[in-house]
């Protein structure tokens, strides 16, 4: 604790001059970077975590909605268009030789086309979408509940998490996400291809994208690639689970 | 009555007899004592980490949902100089505090709040987060805790329920006319709670307070599987993102005016109370009139 607040002091000694205040702002921000702070603010996750998963039974369904209610806008967030000459290729092409790769603890690995996947049962839900930021957008989403796949490559027993790989690079990394198997077994937890009747625009995420209806937005992982079955999440990324876990400290359990 | 130990109203302030010793009473039990400096440091570290949370994006709507293309009756924004607030058609300039702020290495900041206001004082929405669902855990414990040994403990009926008389609008008209003049009560009845200090801790602790958790929990979306009729009960989601806002500020009113009684009343022998539980009745003037 004491190495982050001395070079503080130094830092605002140096300074000099400065107002009243500054210490006392400084001195804040060395408690919320503290490590043992940082131990107790991560409480506050674990309990939401483990009294949503009490109080919710692992099926209930996030609320639905009527094509009356469903945004004249759905805002995408994060990234807008994936970089690299790859992904436009595949743009270009519509999407026609995208795969999504089923791999890690399964018993069939799988290579999936769009076409693959649309021919797996479907599921059409209208659901509100929520960032982490504040907003809320209402949109209605088509694609293949998680479960069907995950069926299909059979689950192996040591699998407790699905890891999500996407096209899409922010910074120096690509973006990933994960969840337990909790929702990714839960029927709304969807791959899906289709949002408001239309094919996912690039911006929402084309050409595949999932949804995990009773989760925060970055959960919700754009341009997937790859669909991974793991035993734990150490050694994926930095090991929190996420992209914007990861490199901010983004909830992994984002319930909340 | 104990108005024989009181100086009455035709002593003046320069007679010897205005030295009796005060009438010390045990005003404050330890459960209030607790809560209310946990309370005080909670509500605080809510305020400020819900202001960086409010700076994500500082806009609020009414209903389920509600995005940057949808009408705000609320934003707080900037233009190329000058930050502003504006609620529904009215638009007040609020450069330098609210949209377009200086920070403390001197760098212009467009963020709603500024970050003397947050927490952190740098822009993290995560942080800010974690500061906010961890602290909210400490708020609906202690405010469950506090609850229970209100009505159990027998608080609420020795000293906050409000007795039949004290409901006639012309006892709340005088109340609120002695509030409005500061003319406190002194001797036996500064022991008691007044209707204006009954209802508005009732208010905190019953309806606001409470309103707070249920807007906070309407606004998860893991919490609106458990139980969808609450976001529905509160108008939708964005609506309850409005009303968590507002009452936030009805806390901050509180804190306010509770200041402002305080330092009226005298801070010393309220603060006091409120750490020892002694409170020394007033003298009054006025004797217990």
Redesign the interface.
Known sequence: MSDLILPRRRLIARAGG??L??PL?SA??AI?EAPPM?K??????K??FAS?RA??DRD????E?TRA?I???F?PNGTRLPAGKAYAAHAARGFADWRVAVTGLVARPLSLSLADIRAMPQRSQIT?H?????????GEWTGVPLRHVLAAAGLKDGARYIVFRCADRIGDADYYESCDLVDALHPQTVLAWSLNRRLLPIANGAPLRLRI????GYKHAKYLTGIEAVASLDGIGAGKGGY?EDR????WY??? | MAARDMPNASASSDQPVNRIQPTRIYRHRLPTRLWHWVNAVTLLVLLMSGLMIFNAHPRLYWGQAGANHDPAWLEIGATRETGFLRVGSLRVETTGVLGRWTDRRGVQQTWAFPGWATIPTRYSLADGRRWHLTFAWLLAIALTLYMLWTVLGGHLAKDLHVRRGEWAPRHIWQDIRDHARLRFPAGEAAARYNILQKLSYIGVIFLLLPLMIATGLAMSPGFNATAPWLVDLLGGRQSARSIHFIAAWLLVLFFLVHIVMVLLAGPVNELRAMVTGWFRLPPGKEGDA
Not at chain 1, 60 to 63: D, F, I, N, T, V
Not at chain 1, 130 to 138: F, N, P, T
């Open positions: 400065l107002a205040s500054l702002l804040c921000d919320n940082r107790i603010l991560s409480l506050g996750e309990m939401h949503q109080l919710t209930a369904l996030a609320r909605f209610d945004s004249p806008v805002r509100r929520d960032c982490v930021e504040g907003w809320s957008a209402i209806e009773r989760q925060l914007w901010v400290d983004y909830e984002a319930g909340i």
